[in-house]
Nanobody, 113 residues
Framework: QVQLVESGGGLVQAGGSLRLSCAAS????????MGWFRQAPGKEREFVAA????????YYADSVKGRFTISRDNAKNTVYLQMNSLKPEDTAVYYC??????WGQGTQVTVSS
């Protein structure tokens, strides 16, 4: 069992930056691939970014490529999402997931125009 807690969301102007964190409990964090997803009002949850267990491979949705960076610190049981050049369309609740099985409660990101 893995418990995930996201933090770092908030209100930011377009063009600004935020860094989301996802802290995981459990000793098996380093064995899990981790991902970030988001869900905007009235829309389905969508993939944002993912990182392999070692951090050696990363994957991004086309809509965030070049603006967002996913990283992890296995010593701290934490995965991060650095979000730069934010756009109003990035507004959503952001969730982290471990092995696409365990999910956090989400953190709200709102980008004003």
């Amino acid at each position: 069992q893995v418990q995930l807690v996201e933090s770092g969301g908030g209100l930011v102007q377009a063009g600004g930056s935020l860094r989301l964190s996802c802290a995981a409990s459990g000793r098996t964090f380093s064995s899990y691939a981790m991902g970030w997803f988001r869900q905007a009002p009235g829309k389905e949850r969508e993939f944002v970014a993912a990182i392999s267990w070692s951090g050696g491979s990363t994957y991004y949705a086309d809509s965030v490529k070049g603006r967002f960076t996913i990283s992890r610190d296995n010593a701290k049981n934490t995965v991060y999402l650095q979000m730069n050049s934010l756009k109003p369309e990035d507004t959503a609740v952001y969730y982290c997931a471990a092995n696409y099985t365990y999910w956090g409660q989400g953190t709200q990101v709102t980008v004003s125009s």
